[in-house]
């Protein structure tokens, strides 16, 4: 008699703390020597295994809102008649050039044609 279990338990595979924010992650020279200690709740506590799902999961390549929210331009209008934000490039003004106001300095950026 044999027994087949579908979508079960992997019992390999990366840990979730090796690519996630909360983790802090100290290695050493031997594959055995590695310490992961979670920073998601308080208090930080020490991770023995390998993580294989988390709830407090945070990928270290994706951004939250705040964290974007921080790094966003911020558009404003020059003028009472012009709009703040990007005009499609078959409604740009002039011949290639862009104008790009930052903290009240102007940059002139050249349009290099790429798509």
Request: a neutral charge.
């Amino acid at each position: 008699m044999s027994i087949s279990v579908k979508n079960g338990t992997p019992v390999y595979g990366p840990s979730l703390c090796e690519t996630c924010t909360n983790a802090h992650i100290e290695k050493g020279y031997r594959a055995s020597e590695e310490l992961v200690f979670c920073t998601a709740n308080y208090p930080v506590h020490c991770v023995p295994f390998p993580v294989r799902d988390c709830t407090s999961y945070l990928h270290k390549t994706r951004q939250n809102l705040p964290a974007m929210e921080r790094i966003a331009w911020i558009l404003s209008p020059q003028g009472p008649k012009r709009q703040a934000g990007f005009a499609p490039p078959k409604q740009a003004p002039g011949d290639g050039e862009i104008e790009l106001i930052l903290d009240g300095k102007k940059i002139e950026v050249e349009d290099r044609g790429e798509q």
